[in-house]
């Protein structure tokens, strides 16, 4: 395309000239370590073009439209690079109001050039957390398994919707082969399954479903059709998704019952049942139990095989929360006993996204009876799920779920699960297991320096860092609120350092603690051990 002279063109170069200006002012003032004369430059005639001067909008130019994709994804293979260094910082921190004069979050009247995009994508990443540094322990959700995360990128390429298979042929059949063998895996040879946004709204599928099979005529008539109130039963120690599913759907939350647990968190059986006969005495209505594999703080299991005993005699609809402790189920080895019984529940969540690796966000919710979804949530949109298709429309997912829309969440793991096997999905389990025992064993070396509050059955291990001046102290209720005033300040060092995260929380028993997790595939040994150190090279005098 050669432009002509013309006032058009010349206006434009003006206003390409004045952008450039711009552009070199913002740049000498952004902070980021790769400016124009840095890294992440595009050729100079690339860097001032404007978005409709690349693909889509101007259909000529694929050489630039390259450039500019290829320069952004240096910056992201980059971040890759530095977030496997263990050299490099997890995190920069910087407070709220510091961060804001930091970055440049303007949204502009008059687009900016590339070369700012570009730009605007290195210095994001620059401030962001690095969840998948070894040195990252935060959260359930640690760790960036690459081939997953080359699968998102195919997944935001192909840019589709999940909700019919006119439009996502590909990925609906790839659901179809992982749910089916996911739901093996649970134990079930039929079955429904979908993917869900998190294992919240996945728990709450199966508390619609639940209700749906015991009520059948709550969907069109609604709290009326139901002569009682209905009241359901979960630990204390359960994720508040569960909660919330009370809450939202109509029972209010003082029909989510709140069963004790042990001092490992476990839900107490006996209390269960008695909890069961005596909402069932007022004349209440229990219907469905929620049995979590790996609660949140402590990695609990509680007995799937006993509280699916109790639901059998009550008539109950029997859930189990494995979004966290799902991954368990690939693994021989600590499968038994957490697990036994599940493929006595109704419905399983399972979230991949956590101790599988897959990239954020991958939820799944699983039920052992099909149909059930389906009749539960149709609504039959005439203009989306039409039953004249050429295609069998039994493909055509979207009519299952509450949400119209669903994000291709399939690939990224279907991806992954070719490269890993499902023997490779295994052994990760039990490597993270084998390093959660290796970080109980160090901790229990060092009885002086650290306090193991309990033993895990997950890769959640909850301790006390003891500093200098409280080591010789007895271990009493005194020395625990000592304990956990540290925590904060412990972890508000660990930030500003930049060197480490572990999580921290106080639960209804004792104040603050740590709760350190191992999901991911990057830590070793090494790291371990560089955490207990760090731990108390940081907080030794505190
Ligand atoms: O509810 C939670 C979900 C996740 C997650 O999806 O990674 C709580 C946490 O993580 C957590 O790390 O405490």
């Known amino acids: ?46 860097a001032q073009l404007k978005y409709d001067e690349i693909l889509p909008m101007s259909e000529e130019s694929f050489p630039p439209t390259k450039e500019f994709l290829m320069k952004i994804m240096e910056v992201l293979i980059e971040f890759v690079k530095n977030t496997n260094d263990r050299n490099e910082k997890i995190l920069e921190f910087h ?30 990443l620059k401030y962001q957390v690095k969840t998948g540094h070894p040195h990252f322990f935060n959260q359930l959700s640690c760790g960036l398994d690459l081939v997953s995360m080359a699968g998102e ?89 569960v909660k919330s599913c009370a809450a939202v759907c109509g029972l209010g939350t003082d029909n989510c019952v709140m069963v004790p647990s042990d001092e490992r968190g476990r839900m107490i059986t006996s209390e269960l049942e008695r909890l069961i006969l005596e909402r069932k005495s007022r004349g209440h209505i229990p219907f469905f139990v929620n049995a979590t594999a790996g609660t949140t703080v402590i990695g609990a299991f509680d007995p799937i095989d ?19 402790g799902g991954g368990l189920l690939f693994s021989k080895k600590y499968r038994f006993p957490r697990f036994k019984g599940v493929e006595r529940a109704d419905s399983v969540t399972w979230n991949p996204h956590k101790l599988m690796g897959t990239l954020l966000q991958c939820s799944t919710i699983h039920f052992k009876e099909d149909g059930l979804l389906i009749s539960c949530n149709q609504m039959s949109a005439e203009y989306l799920f039409m ?46 297991m084998e390093l959660t025992e290796y970080m109980v064993s160090r901790i229990k ?7 193991l509050i309990l033993e895990p059955e997950l890769v959640n291990v909850c ?13 009493d209720s005194r020395r625990e609120e000592e304990l956990g005033k540290i925590c904060p300040i412990l972890k508000g060092r660990m930030m500003q350092s930049g060197t480490l995260m572990v999580g921290y929380q106080p639960d ?17 040994e090494k790291d371990i051990d560089f955490m207990l150190n760090e731990l108390d090279r940081l907080g030794q005098d505190l």
């Open 387 to 432: 039953t004249d298709k050429l295609y069998d429309v039994q493909y055509d997912t979207g009519d299952k779920v509450i949400q119209c829309g669903r994000h291709n969440d399939i690939f990224k793991l279907w991806l992954q699960w070719r490269a890993k096997g499902t023997q490779g999905f295994e052994r990760h389990m039990d490597r993270l």
């Open 153 to 241: 990128w195919l997944t935001a390429t192909a840019n589709t919707n999940m909700f019919t298979y006119e439009i996502a042929p590909v990925f609906i059949l790839m659901e179809h082969v992982v749910m089916e063998k996911m739901r093996s895996i649970i134990g079930w040879e039929t079955g429904d399954s979908i993917l869900a946004p998190g294992g919240s709204i996945s728990n709450l599928y199966a508390f619609l479903a639940a209700r749906h099979k015991k009520f059948p005529h709550y969907k069109e008539k609604g709290l009326n059709s139901i002569a009682g109130e209905l009241v359901m039963f979960t630990s204390d120690q359960c994720h508040y998704s």
């Open 95 to 124: 407070h709220p109001e510091e961060m804001k004069r930091l970055l440049d979050l303007e949204l502009p009247e008059r687009g900016f050039p590339l070369q700012q995009l570009v730009q605007d994508c290195a210095t994001t």
């Open 306 to 324: 006993a509280i699916a005993d109790i639901c059998e005699r009550h008539d109950c609809w029997l859930h189990i929360d494995g979004a966290w």
């Open 463 to 475: 301790f006390w860092y003891v500093p200098r001046r409280l080591r010789s102290q007895r271990h």
């Open 508 to 524: 209804d028993r004792r104040p603050n603690f740590f709760r350190n997790i191992i999901s991911s595939a990057a830590v070793t």
């Open 445 to 451: 070396a060092q009885p002086d320096k650290f306090y």
């Open 1 to 46: 395309m050669s432009a002509k002279f013309s006032w058009d063109f010349f206006v434009q170069y003006c206003k390409n000239f004045a952008d450039n200006l711009q552009l070199a002012d913002r740049m000498s003032s952004f902070g980021s370590g790769s400016g124009p004369s840095g890294g992440y430059q595009l050729s100079p005639r690339t």
